[in-house]
Nanobody, 123 residues
Framework: QVKLVESGGGLVEPGGSLRLSCEVS????????TAWFRQTQGREREFVAG????????DYEPSARGRFTFSWDRAKNTIHLQMNNLNPEDTGVYYC????????????????WGQGTQVTVSS
């Protein structure tokens, strides 16, 4: 069974940075399509960034492109999301997710989820 555990959230001022991590167990990290989603109150989980297990190239939602970087650490079976130049609109609970599907950027495609980590961007 796949288990995902996120860490690295917190409170940061606008313009600051955070690095989220998601440790994957129950399979090797690059055997899955993995992604990060953000959820704010009253809204569905929104795709932020992800990598297809087939294509192997990161995909980003438009506001994240150029500021966020998705990466793998195969030795630690962990995925990361480096977030730079954060702004208040980035606030939310961030979830990592995994699926055996070849590609996905909607929450319904993903079968396994972490517990979430809160990111708050505020002065």
């Amino acid at each position: 069974q796949v288990k995902l555990v996120e860490s690295g959230g917190g409170l940061v001022e606008p313009g600051g940075s955070l690095r989220l991590s998601c440790e994957v167990s129950g399979g090797t990290v690059d055997a899955f399509t993995t992604a990060w989603f953000r959820q704010t109150q009253g809204r569905e989980r929104e795709f932020v960034a992800g990598v297809s297990r087939i294509i192997g190239q990161a995909d980003y939602e438009p506001s994240a492109r150029g500021r966020f970087t998705f990466s793998w650490d195969r030795a630690k079976n962990t995925i990361h999301l480096q977030m730079n130049n954060l702004n208040p609109e980035d606030t939310g609970v961030y979830y990592c997710a995994a699926t055996m599907r070849a590609y996905g950027n909607s929450a319904g495609v993903f079968t396994d989820w972490g517990q979430g980590t809160q990111v708050t961007v505020s002065s």
